[in-house]
């Protein structure tokens, strides 16, 4: 009995067949899109983007002032990259037609240096803000890279005839950033 049964076995699991393994391709793709942001920050992480220069004083008249903002800019780039700098206009009075013409007589300038922990920028030193792109800074390929701007008002008195009215006076313009593949 036990030689019908193991005979039954064999003949019944000998007709079976034994599963084949199978495959299946699938392509994996990863697509690298150009990576290239810049945001003003107001230097603590923040996103108040005003900057003043605040002349209040007989020294400050005299020998200019200078605001510096730490980590002021944020930009990513996935290639080299620039940053360019470039106002609206002139300085307008907000209260009058008075303005304070951009350039080396009368103007604005800025300096970019590397921000906390991030290296190898390159500075293009003092520019004059105009209305006109400037290269500000430069760097290599960099995720949430930061850049601190000083902001240079001229001294030497250069804004003295510029007060207009009691309770102070105050020009403004807009600065446009640009971040672009170097």
Same mark, same amino acid.
């Given at each position: 009995?036990?030689k019908?049964?193991?005979? *039954?076995? !064999?003949?019944?699991?000998?007709? %079976?067949?034994v599963?084949? *393994? ?8 990863? !697509?690298?899109?150009p990576?290239l ?5 107001? =230097? ?9 220069? !605040? /002349?209040?004083?007989?020294?400050? /008249?005299?020998?200019?002032v ?6 002021h800019?944020k930009?990513?780039? @996935? ?6 700098v470039k @106002? ?8 009058s ?6 350039? *080396?007589?009368? +103007? %604005?300038s800025l300096?970019?240096?590397? +921000?906390?922990?991030?290296?190898r920028?390159?500075? @293009? =030193?003092? !520019? ?7 290269t500000? %800074?430069?760097g ?8 601190n701007?000083a902001?240079r008002?001229?001294?030497?008195? *250069?804004?003295l005839?510029?007060?207009k ?5 105050t020009?403004?313009t807009t600065?446009t /950033? ?5």
């Open positions: 009995m036990k019908i049964l193991i005979l *039954a076995a !064999v003949s019944v699991f000998g007709f %079976i067949s599963a084949q *393994a199978q495959t299946a391709n699938a392509t994996l793709n990863v !697509v690298l899109e990576l942001s810049i945001a003003v920050q107001n =230097g603590n992480g923040g996103s108040a983007t005003d900057v003043k220069l !605040v /002349y209040d004083s007989r020294q400050k /008249y005299n020998d200019g200078t605001e510096n903002i730490v980590d800019l930009v990513s780039s @996935a290639h080299a990259y620039q940053v360019k @106002a609206l206009g002139d300085l307008q009075n907000v209260s037609s008075d303005v304070i013409a951009l350039g *080396a007589t009368e +103007g %604005i300096k970019a240096t590397a +921000g906390t922990g991030t290296t920028l390159t500075s @293009a =030193g003092n !520019v004059s803000l105009s209305t006109s792109e400037q500000l %800074i430069s290599p390929a960099v995720f949430d890279g930061l850049i701007v902001y008002g001229k001294g030497r008195n *250069a804004y005839t510029k007060f009215q009691d309770g102070g006076t020009y403004t600065l /950033y640009t971040i672009t593949v170097n």
